[in-house]
C-alpha cells in the first residue's frame, strides 16, 4: 500500500481533512467489492466520524476511487484514522475477506478550485 500525506491537507475554508483511496481490485472482483465495501467498510468508518465524499467504481480498468474525511486538521485526521485502523470495527468488516486489491495509493488531498 502506498502512503503519502500532503501538508495544508485540510481544503480551504472547509475545515476538514480529505483522503483519497484509490484501488486496482483484483480482476473480476468489482461487484463484490462495492457490494461489501457499501455494507461493512462504509459502517465502520462511518462509526469514527468519517464521511464519505465521493466514490466511483472504473470497470474498464477493475478501479475503485474513494475519498473520506473528518473535520479538522491533517494531525487530527491521523489520530482518528490511528483509532479507526486498531478498531473491532474495521477488524470485524475485514474479517474472512479476500484480497480484494492488488495495489493502493492514499493520500491525503487539498482542494484546488475551479476557478
Do not use: C, K
Not at 86 to 106: I, K, N
Request: hydrophobic share 45%; no cysteine.
Amino acid at each position: 500500500m502506498s502512503t503519502t500525506s500532503a501538508e495544508g491537507a485540510t481544503p480551504s475554508g472547509t475545515g476538514r481533512t480529505v483522503q483519497l483511496r484509490r484501488y486496482v481490485l483484483v480482476d473480476g472482483l468489482l461487484d463484490d467489492f462495492t457490494a461489501w465495501w457499501r455494507s461493512r467498510l462504509v459502517p465502520a468508518r462511518r462509526a469514527y466520524g468519517f464521511d464519505i465524499e465521493f466514490s466511483y467504481a472504473l470497470p474498464e480498468t477493475s478501479e475503485f476511487v474513494w475519498a473520506v474525511s473528518l473535520p479538522g486538521d491533517a494531525d487530527a485526521f491521523r489520530a482518528v484514522e490511528a483509532d479507526y485502523l486498531a478498531s473491532p470495527e474495521r477488524a470485524a468488516a475485514f474479517d474472512g475477506q479476500p484480497t480484494w486489491t492488488t495495489s493502493q495509493a492514499v493520500a491525503l488531498v487539498r482542494e484546488v478550485p475551479a476557478a
